[in-house]
Structure formats: structure tokens, C-alpha cells
């Protein structure tokens, strides 16, 4: 019998081992994303969140460790543009940045056709209004694929501003749409492998602490979800994602 079996105490975890960093957390995203970023962006790194909102990532995030460029499309929630930035557009020479941060809202609800029906009267009014036009859409990308087309399009401006070594870190959820199941976060990156050469280089996982709401759901056919993720993508390394078929 082992000795720390025999004296009644069990094995103590080393205390390096309460510092690693893991793929999966029931927690906040402002806690989760320090972590994040300090296992993959180096101390002064320059860093563009393009989608910086209410500055939520950054609660937790030391001040002065990294030069942070804040900027949202809406000009309120842009403290370094007055006018707002385009995460389509960015203001940003060719491989200016080390590190580049998306967090775009990703539901389909805001790309319907029907206007009574679109998304974002609330917090993401800007958001709709500009990227979605705030319009019903009667041609081009709408519902989900305009959720796609948004990431791909942010995906070819993050890698023209990254450096050679840069770090792309990117929000997004999986989605029911039209009744159909869409896993975003495959989708966006076999884009970003197959057409924009990043290589994947890690996963997280962020579980909402609270139950997500239902409303005016009848007969559940997908489970709901309560999970989202955490990209971290790399300029340099060769994408280890792509399946050739015969």
C-alpha cells in the first residue's frame, strides 16, 4: 500500500500544477481569456481587439503587459477610434500586429430576411445595423453562411495585419439555424486552414454558468447550447486539419 495511502493523507498535488492552463472551463470569459493570452502572446506584445465591445476580456488582464488597440464598428464602444473600425477593415499596416482578437456577436438571427425578425435590438443594435445592414436580405449570404462570410472576411484582414509569428484569437459558438445544425467553430476553421494557411494551434472550451433561456420552443430536437469557444490560431506552422479525399 503507498504511504500517502497508509498515513491518511492523499497525494498533494505540486503546486506548478494549479497554474496550468486547461482546454475547458465552467467560468466567465473575462477569466478565461487572460489565461488565453498568456500562454500564447508574449509580455508587450501589440495586440488589436477589432471587436472590443464593452472590454470584457480585458477585466482581468494586467494593465500594461500588452500594447492594446480597442476598437469596435461601434463608435461608443471604440476608445481608440471615434468613428468605429470595420473588423473588415482594419487601420493597420501589413504584419503591424502581434496578435489580433475577434469576438463578433455569432448568431444567424441577425442576417433574416424578415426585419421584424432580425436580432440585435439591444446591446448588438450597432452591430446589426452595420455588418448585417439592418435590412432584410433578398440576395448575398443570409442566415447562417453570413455568419460564416462575417469570420472568413475578418479571418483575410486579421492575416494581412499579423506578423509572421502573429496569434489569432477568436470567439465564436456553435448554432441551430433553420432547424439545421452548423458547428461554426469546424467550419471557420477549415476556412482559415484550407484558404488562409493559419495552423490551429489550440482549442478552449467556456460553459456558461447558467442555463441558457428557452422561449416558444415545442418539440426540442438539437440540445441547447451552453458551451462556446476559445480559437487560437497561428501565422506560422503548417495547418494539420485539412483531409484530403481520393
Same mark, same amino acid.
Given at each position: 500500500?503507498?504511504?500517502?495511502?497508509?498515513?491518511?493523507?492523499?497525494?498533494?498535488?505540486?503546486?506548478?500544477?494549479?497554474?496550468?492552463?486547461?482546454?475547458?472551463?465552467?467560468?466567465?470569459?473575462?477569466?478565461?481569456?487572460? =489565461?488565453?493570452?498568456?500562454?500564447?502572446?508574449? !509580455? @508587450?506584445?501589440?495586440?488589436? %481587439?477589432?471587436?472590443?465591445?464593452?472590454?470584457?476580456?480585458?477585466?482581468?488582464?494586467? !494593465?500594461?503587459?500588452?500594447?492594446?488597440?480597442?476598437?469596435?464598428?461601434?463608435? /461608443?464602444?471604440?476608445?481608440?477610434?471615434?468613428?468605429?473600425?470595420?473588423?473588415?477593415?482594419?487601420?493597420?499596416?501589413?504584419?503591424?500586429?502581434?496578435?489580433?482578437?475577434?469576438?463578433?456577436?455569432?448568431?444567424?438571427?441577425?442576417?433574416?430576411?424578415?426585419?421584424?425578425?432580425? &436580432?440585435?435590438? @439591444?446591446?448588438?443594435?450597432?452591430?446589426?445595423?452595420?455588418?448585417?445592414?439592418?435590412?432584410?436580405?433578398?440576395?448575398?449570404?443570409?442566415? $447562417?453562411?453570413?455568419?460564416?462570410?462575417?469570420?472568413? /472576411?475578418?479571418?483575410?484582414? &486579421?492575416?494581412?495585419?499579423?506578423? %509572421?509569428?502573429?496569434?489569432?484569437?477568436?470567439?465564436?459558438?456553435?448554432?441551430?439555424?433553420?432547424?439545421?445544425?452548423?458547428?461554426?467553430?469546424?467550419?471557420?476553421?477549415?476556412?482559415? /486552414?484550407?484558404?488562409?494557411?493559419?495552423?490551429? =494551434?489550440?482549442?478552449?472550451?467556456?460553459?456558461? $454558468?447558467?442555463?441558457?433561456?428557452?422561449?416558444?420552443?415545442?418539440?426540442?430536437?438539437?440540445?441547447?447550447?451552453?458551451?462556446?469557444?476559445?480559437?487560437?490560431?497561428?501565422?506560422?506552422? /503548417?495547418?494539420?486539419?485539412?483531409?484530403?479525399?481520393?
Amino acid at each position: 500500500m503507498p504511504n500517502n495511502l497508509e498515513n491518511g493523507s492523499a497525494e498533494k498535488p505540486s503546486a506548478d500544477s494549479e497554474d496550468i492552463v486547461l482546454s475547458s472551463y465552467v467560468a466567465y470569459n473575462r477569466k478565461v481569456f487572460p =489565461k488565453i493570452v498568456d500562454l500564447h502572446v508574449e !509580455d @508587450g506584445a501589440t495586440i488589436a %481587439d477589432v471587436t472590443y465591445g464593452r472590454g470584457n476580456f480585458w477585466t482581468d488582464v494586467p !494593465d500594461g503587459k500588452y500594447k492594446v488597440y480597442k476598437t469596435d464598428i461601434d463608435p /461608443e464602444k471604440s476608445p481608440d477610434s471615434e468613428e468605429g473600425v470595420d473588423c473588415r477593415n482594419l487601420p493597420y499596416e501589413d504584419g503591424e500586429l502581434d496578435c489580433v482578437v475577434l469576438d463578433p456577436p455569432y448568431a444567424e438571427g441577425f442576417f433574416r430576411r424578415n426585419k421584424e425578425h432580425l &436580432a440585435g435590438n @439591444g446591446t448588438h443594435s450597432n452591430f446589426r445595423s452595420n455588418y448585417s445592414t439592418g435590412n432584410v436580405h433578398t440576395g448575398g449570404s443570409k442566415y $447562417h453562411q453570413a455568419v460564416l462570410d462575417l469570420y472568413f /472576411e475578418a479571418g483575410k484582414e &486579421a492575416k494581412r495585419v499579423l506578423s %509572421d509569428d502573429g496569434v489569432f484569437v477568436v470567439k465564436v459558438g456553435d448554432e441551430v439555424s433553420s432547424n439545421t445544425q452548423y458547428l461554426t467553430h469546424i467550419q471557420i476553421t477549415n476556412y482559415y /486552414e484550407r484558404e488562409l494557411e493559419f495552423y490551429t =494551434k489550440d482549442l478552449f472550451v467556456v460553459e456558461r $454558468h447558467n442555463k441558457p433561456s428557452v422561449s416558444g420552443m415545442q418539440n426540442q430536437v438539437h440540445a441547447r447550447k451552453n458551451h462556446s469557444f476559445f480559437m487560437v490560431y497561428n501565422m506560422d506552422g /503548417e495547418p494539420q486539419n485539412i483531409i484530403e479525399t481520393s
